[in-house]
DNA sequence: GAGTGGTCTAGACCACACG
DNA sequence: GTGTGGTCTAGACCACTCG
């Protein structure tokens, strides 16, 4: 467009004078209709430029209370969660799988309160990259939904995306020492200072339990 | 509204049919018109609900194209950025904050590229919660945005925040092991492996490069 | 009570990508 | 070319909350 009345516009030019303290932070801005007039277009477009950066944690909107510019902004970073043999192709490795371990266990006691007190199907798998070990992949299954299910090729990651439905969960990083287990498998040594990532999902019920560790020097990417 | 044709309505029943497999992988979806035929709403509003679907990696859209439940989503998790001070209290535990170190240097080699030849100001300080060691921050900023103001008292974090514009960056997670320094500050063993973060922060040019360890133990939690 | 954002509608035009 | 999503508009009503 020519005078700029997109929405995307409106949010440059909101940002603008956030950056430019034209907007301080704390202060209250003009609502959405003075706004509209402003700068020329229909409040829904304000609306939605200005949603799209209380989103991203840059203003703060409250109905009655109008819209201010935080004082402590609390940024929100988004990392995307690909399938381990995508990560590594984009890396432009070779991407390898194989399965180490594949037991009916009972469960163990840290486990029982999130996915029940039954017997898990744990599966522990290494993901190698150009052959050396990239990640190793220690898994508990709900043992109904993969009933004769086998894991020996495709690895559980692929085959749960592919297979149940979509759900929730949660994820958390922090860091692991490498046991002797670990150094073997990821061609460290063992103290190794290594990232890990544990997943949890549930469906209508529990689904998985994952810990995903990584070979030393790994780092996982954000957009801010 | 009795009929229910909210947004979310729409995302839920969506969500629904992609859950049930009513729409599997990599099939095409009913065009907008058509859904909100079906379910009895303007086409403005199913689009907001599939656009919020393919935000979070849900949906694929393409103009012309329509849209596709993707054979391998790419899920986005988000975890929010907050002041660390204010991680510490919403833990419940009191924070502290004490420099290390705060001298002019010459950039190291491998920070040249991102900050410029120029020697930057380097601040080292140690983030406590309950009087332990929770987090060490090791700091590089560009020294003309903040000549002449002290970081003894506010961390150089929360001065950001309030005194310069808001900007973009990049973050990473990985591990680290242990230095004798960081095994001091944060009252662990050398060799302990601890999660690191690293950020970088650019407005209209460089502003700051830091390194956060935390204390071991620390996990750092996302939604999914 | 009243102001503000949240959302819905119906229609319109545009931009892109596929055949 | 043509179908699909992307967006804008003008108006309306609703829901939350602050005073």
């Not at 510019?69 to 043999?85: D, E, H, M, Q």
């Not at 990560?87 to 594949?102: S, T």
């Not at 040594?189 to 990232?195: F, S, T, V």
Request: net charge neutral.
């Amino acid at each position: 467009m020519s005078g700029g009345t997109g929405w995307q516009d409106v949010r440059d030019e909101a940002l603008r004078r956030i950056r430019a303290r034209i907007w301080a932070p704390g202060d209250r801005i003009p609502d959405e209709a003075a706004l509209a007039e402003e700068l020329g277009c229909a409040r829904a477009t304000v609306n939605r430029a200005l949603r799209d950066l209380a989103e991203a944690g840059l203003l703060e909107r409250r109905r009655k209370g109008g819209t201010r510019v935080p004082l402590t902004p609390v940024r929100k970073a988004t990392f995307s969660i690909a399938i381990i043999r995508q990560d590594i192709e984009a890396r432009g490795q070779v991407p390898g799988y194989r399965v180490l371990g594949d037991r009916l266990e009972p469960a163990p006691e840290w486990l029982r309160s999130r996915m029940g007190d039954g017997p898990l199907r744990h599966v522990t798998a290494l993901h190698t990259a150009d052959g050396a070990g990239f990640c190793l992949e220690d898994r508990w299954l709900n043992p109904v939904l993969v009933e004769g299910v086998s894991f020996e090729t495709l690895s559980a990651n692929e085959w749960l995306v592919g297979n149940v439905s979509f759900a929730e969960g949660t994820l958390a990083f922090h860091a692991v020492s490498a046991t002797l287990d670990l150094a073997r498998a990821l061609g460290c040594r063992e103290g190794d200072a290594l990232l890990a990532l544990d997943r949890e999902t549930r469906g209508e019920g529990p689904i998985t339990w994952v810990r995903l560790v990584y070979a030393p020097g790994h780092r996982v990417q954000a957009a801010l």
